[in-house]
């Protein structure tokens, strides 16, 4: 094996899908980029990594509510323009042609383009180490959508597309909750 360098060492990990990260700050709506996210568990918990860096930082902080937007791969190129630009000066819905669809459960819109969206609730933030932790309130697929292919960040620039799916639901039944 080849030594990897240390500081390179989070690209064999860093490769959950990308999500678009909506907020409303009582004004705007934004969106933001978001690759480092973890599931919690089997219920709806989730945990994204961000901070005052991101200017949505201080919306969510603030009103302890966003959406999770799961873009696919036809989506990558906006994507990565959400996460190269600031909705301090950019109306982000405008510039990349999404559109916003009101939530049931929170202010934040959900971006009717996406796979996926769900609704979600700041139930704690780590300070130490940036971490939001979420709960899902509510969640929606759009299953007429054509493509469903998730894109993965390795951290360097490039991406992960998902390719085959391979079922052994058989094999893990009892590792897996009811109903999933």
Not at 102 to 128: Q, R, W, Y
Request: charged share 25%; aromatic share 6%.
């Amino acid at each position: 094996m080849r030594q990897l360098k240390l500081n390179k060492a989070f690209t064999l990990m860093e490769s959950g899908p990308v999500v678009l990260v909506t907020t409303h700050d009582g004004q705007k709506d934004n969106i933001m980029t978001i690759s480092w996210t973890m599931v919690m568990d089997f219920t709806p918990l989730f945990a994204i990594t961000t901070g005052e860096w991101n200017h949505s930082f201080a919306a969510l902080r603030k009103n302890r509510e966003c959406v999770i937007a799961i873009p696919t791969v036809d989506m990558l190129d906006k994507v990565v323009g959400i996460g190269t630009c600031s909705g301090a000066d950019t109306d982000k819905f405008a510039k990349f042609k999404l559109t916003p669809v009101p939530g049931k459960f929170v202010t934040s819109p959900l971006i009717k383009e996406c796979l996926a969206n769900m609704e979600c609730k700041v139930i704690d933030i780590v300070k130490k180490h940036n971490i939001v932790v979420l709960q899902a309130v509510a969640a929606y697929i759009d299953t007429a959508r054509k493509e469903k292919r998730t894109v993965h960040a390795v951290g360097d620039g490039t991406f992960i597309v998902d390719g085959r799916k391979l079922d052994r639901r058989k094999m893990m039944a009892s590792k897996l909750p009811y109903g999933v």
